[in-house]
C-alpha cells in the first residue's frame, strides 16, 4: 500500500507541510490536496506538533462547544474557532497539545483542532468572556448553526467522548495510548490500534402510494405534541433497506413497497450514530403500534405537516425548551436528518419552494 506523504509529490505540494504554516498567504487547496495532506499529518506525529503552532482551535468546556451569537455582531451563529497560540496564552499552565484532537484542514491548509477546556461554570464563564462567544448545549447547537457547521460540531463532540470513554484495550485490557493527531489509540501490549466507532441507525420517511400523507410516530421522551419518522439500529447481517422494513414492520405493522436512500447525517450522542435517511412508500394504511417501543403513530396530510413544519422552523429552540403545546403538532427542528426529510418530501409535493 502506498503511503501518502508518497503521494504528496504528485500533487505539486512536496513541500506542504512548510506551505501549512504559511497558510496566511497560501492559495486554496483542493478537497483532494486537502484529504491526502491531512491523511499524512495523522501518520506523521512529529508533524502535528507544527501544524498546530499555527492552527485554530474549537473549544469546548463541559461538552459544549464555543460559538458566536448574533448579538456580538454576527447575522447568525457560527462556530467561535481561535488560534492555538491565543488559547494556550489564555491557559499556560495546561497541556493543551494534549488535549487537542485534529479535525480537517480549511481551505487555505490551515489545520482545524478542537479540544476540551478545565473547568466548570466559573471557568467556562471567564473564558467566554475572554475567547467572545458562548459555550452552548451541544443540541442546541446542532440546531442553531449552519449544516456544515453544525456538521463539524458533532464530528468534534464525538472525537472528544470517544476520547474520554476509550481509554483500554478490548483485546487484553491494558490502558490505550493517544495518538498525537487524537484519532486513533495504540496498545502498547498487544500492538493493536483503536479508532472511533459509529453505529448504522435507518431512518425513514414513510409515505402513502398517492403521495398525500406522511406516517409519523411518537416516542414518550419526546417533547409534547412532537412527532418524528420511524427510526432503528442496523442488525448484524442486515442492509440498511432490509433494517428498514423491519423496523416499520416492528413498530407499526406496515410492509414497505418501496424503499429508497435520500441522506445521512451523523448524529454525535448516544456514543455516535449515523443516521441513514430513506424514503418508503406503502399501500397499507391500517396501523398496529408497538406500544412498547412507541406511544403514538398516526398518518398526518402534507397540509398538517406543513403547518408544523414552518412552527419548528419559527422557533426551533422549542424541543429544548420543552416550549411544544399538546394538541400541536411538531417535527424535528433544523439540523435534524428527520427535518431535511420532511422538508424534502413537502418540496416534491409542491408546497415548498425548491
Known amino acids: ?13 512536496i513541500s506542504s507541510f512548510q506551505v501549512l504554516l504559511r497558510h496566511r498567504s497560501m492559495s486554496t487547496l483542493s478537497y483532494v490536496q486537502r484529504i491526502k495532506l491531512l491523511q499524512a499529518l495523522k501518520e506523521d506525529d512529529d508533524k502535528i506538533v507544527k501544524v498546530r503552532e499555527s492552527g485554530r482551535v474549537l473549544p469546548f468546556v463541559a461538552k459544549k462547544p464555543l460559538i458566536s ?13 481561535i488560534s492555538f497560540s491565543d488559547l494556550q496564552r489564555l491557559y499556560p499552565s495546561e497541556d493543551l497539545a494534549s488535549r487537542s484532537i485534529l479535525l480537517n484542514l480549511a481551505d487555505t491548509g490551515q489545520a482545524c483542532f478542537t479540544a476540551d477546556l478545565p473547568g466548570g461554570a466559573s471557568v467556562a464563564a471567564a473564558a467566554q468572556a475572554a475567547l467572545g462567544g458562548k459555550f452552548v448545549d451541544p443540541r442546541a447547537a446542532l440546531f442553531l448553526l449552519p449544516w456544515e457547521e453544525a456538521c463539524t460540531m458533532s464530528h468534534a463532540f464525538s472525537m472528544l467522548h470517544w476520547r474520554e470513554t476509550t481509554n483500554f484495550c478490548p483485546g487484553c485490557g491494558a490502558e490505550l495510548r493517544s495518538r498525537p493527531a487524537g484519532h486513533a489509540k495504540n496498545c502498547p501490549s498487544c500492538d493493536t490500534v483503536q479508532y472511533p466507532m459509529t453505529s448504522p441507525v435507518g431512518i425513514t420517511m414513510i409515505t402513502d402510494a398517492a403521495q398525500t400523507r406522511a406516517l409519523l410516530v411518537r416516542q414518550g421522551r ?31 405493522g406496515i410492509d414497505l413497497d418501496e424503499v429508497g436512500y435520500m441522506g445521512s447525517q451523523h448524529w454525535p450522542f448516544n456514543g455516535g450514530q449515523l443516521m441513514v435517511g430513506c424514503y418508503g412508500r406503502t399501500e397499507q394504511t391500517q396501523l398496529d403500534i408497538d406500544t412498547e417501543e412507541l406511544e403514538d403513530a398516526r398518518w398526518f396530510s402534507a397540509e398538517e405537516i406543513l403547518e408544523a413544519y414552518k412552527r419548528i422552523q419559527n422557533n426551533p429552540m422549542a424541543r429544548i425548551r420543552n416550549e411544544t403545546q399538546k394538541g400541536e403538532l411538531w417535527v424535528p427542528p433544523r439540523g435534524t436528518i428527520a427535518n431535511r426529510m420532511i422538508k424534502t418530501w413537502l418540496t416534491d409535493c409542491g408546497l415548498l419552494p425548491r
Open 69 to 81: 451569537m448574533p448579538e456580538m455582531g454576527q447575522t447568525a451563529q457560527t462556530l467561535r474557532w
Open 222 to 252: 419526546h417533547p409534547p405534541g412532537m412527532y418524528s419518522c420511524v427510526a432503528g439500529f442496523l442488525e448484524p447481517g442486515e442492509t440498511i433497506e432490509s433494517c428498514i422494513r423491519r423496523e416499520v414492520a416492528e413498530e407499526v
Open 1 to 13: 500500500m502506498i503511503s501518502c506523504k508518497a503521494l504528496l509529490p504528485a500533487y505539486g505540494i
